[in-house]
């Protein structure tokens, strides 16, 4: 392995990362592979709920990545967030395509291990110093617990409406109600 | 319908992110953001704002193949003899199912990335590529040593090149097969010679990635049953180049 070129890359920032891979630097690509590929792996798995489909999922994300990398603009927002959304979208979008008929078979232990996990989000937020993870927080924290816990239900387990009317027991136009209710406090509490 | 007003606009822009918009919607969404800068910056500001939640999920470690595979299919055209390296280690800082460190990868992952270079395959690269589908096949208990490479076309034309040596078959004959679900199980792509380097056939179903690629080792004249009887010789999962 070439050293130097490891070491260079190993202190950039992840925007500079993704401008190299927009230069087709493929050491800069595998200098996020070994930053982030552990954790955008484990967003796939908890979103879909199936290894394999995770590990597929994440090779594609990279290779949009690279394909993609110019389309990342720096005064949008965050590189990180950026990064991630692209396995996010994927998963999601996979979600959709298997009518989430395997995932979903047994409702009672994804609601429950949902639930569990919900708890253990907001622990580690709670962990995290980031200035951005404190702000979300503190956010989260102001709305009632049932919203609170859709609102993470969704971003993290993937949870569609439906599934959300059916953890919480109440109609669907119910959980739209108060989902919107949650994100438009959300809004307004973070700016 | 994207909302007009800037408030509904914004939640619209939360709802994509969430992942709480339907199939159409989304797909709508994404469109939008395409034309529409201020409803870009919306999306990307709720991603930002949400992004902290992503940080808390357990980290999973990746497996041995998957950088080799990524490799393989950004490596860069005009790029020298001189392979990628591997990761040299891939940590897993949270989460208590996968907090170990991976292992260093093998230097066959360097070699699967210069093989497909030398023979000028160059799964991806700036030009735009006519191939909807890239497999690249190894055996199952050597995924360093690429031994074919599938192409699947647009219109779900298939070539299977190999790349190594002839596989040796005793007698018996190469299987070509593919899985797209499993609930329907493998169907066969035909018999390919062992000292065949190209083989083309047509794929039956939709192109997505995913879908698996193998060759089998089957008695002379092929499978008997229709499925898979003998061992793996060589295994891959498409992915898009789209």
Not at chain 2, 113 to 132: F, N, Q, S
Not at chain 2, 147 to 173: F, M, S, W
Not at chain 2, 183 to 191: C, D, F, I, K, T
Request: proline share 6%; aromatic share 4%.
């Amino acid at each position: 392995m070439d050293q130097t070129r490891d070491t260079s890359h190993s202190t950039q920032t992840l925007a500079a990362l993704i401008a190299g891979c927009a230069r087709r630097d493929q050491a800069a690509l595998q200098a996020i592979y070994e930053r982030y590929a552990s954790l955008m792996l484990g967003i796939a798995r908890r979103l879909t709920g199936r290894a394999e489909q995770a590990r597929d999922i994440v090779q594609e994300a990279f290779i949009d990545l690279w394909r993609n990398a110019e389309a990342f603009d720096p005064a949008l927002g965050s590189a990180e967030a950026w990064l991630l959304s692209l396995v996010r979208y994927r998963a999601l979008n996979q979600n959709r395509a298997n009518g989430r008929a395997l995932r979903l078979a047994n409702a009672v232990e994804v609601e429950s291990g949902a639930a569990a996990g919900t708890t253990a989000a907001l622990d580690r937020l709670g962990d995290d110093r980031l200035a951005d993870a404190i702000a979300l927080r503190d956010c989260l924290d102001r709305l009632a617990e049932d919203r609170r816990a859709m609102v993470v239900q969704a971003y993290l387990d993937g949870h569609t409406h439906d599934d959300l009317a059916r953890a919480f027991a109440r109609p669907l136009g119910t959980v739209k109600t108060q989902i919107r209710a949650a994100l438009r406090a959300l809004q307004e509490c973070l700016g | 319908m994207i909302p007009a007003s800037p408030e509904d606009r914004r939640l619209h822009a939360a709802l994509y992110v969430l992942g709480l918009l339907d199939e159409t919607e989304t797909a709508e969404a994404r469109r939008h953001a395409e034309s529409d800068a201020g409803f870009a910056a919306e999306i990307a500001g709720w991603q930002a704002r949400l992004a902290p939640l992503a940080r808390t999920v357990d980290h999973e470690a990746p497996p041995d193949d998957l950088w080799p595979a990524i490799a393989a299919a950004t490596r860069p055209a005009d790029a020298g003899a001189d392979p990628a390296a591997p990761p040299a280690a891939v940590t897993a800082p949270r989460g208590g199912r996968s907090r170990r460190a991976f292992a260093i990868l093998s230097l066959a992952a360097s070699l699967l990335v210069g093989v497909l270079a030398g023979l000028g395959i160059a799964v991806l690269t700036d030009a735009p590529e006519p191939e909807a589908l890239v497999a690249v096949l190894v055996p199952p208990d050597q995924p360093g040593q690429p031994g074919y490479i599938v192409r699947v076309d647009a219109e779900r034309n298939v070539v299977l090149q190999r790349l190594g040596d002839a596989p040796a078959t005793d007698g018996g004959a190469i299987e070509f097969w593919t899985l797209a679900d499993p609930a329907l199980g493998p169907s066969s792509l035909g018999l390919v010679e062992a000292s065949a380097q190209r083989y083309e056939a047509v794929l039956e179903g939709d192109a997505a990635p995913g879908r698996l690629f193998e060759l089998t080792l089957e008695p002379a004249g092929g499978s008997p049953t229709g499925r898979p009887t003998g061992p793996v010789l060589y295994i891959g999962r498409a992915v898009s180049v789209d």
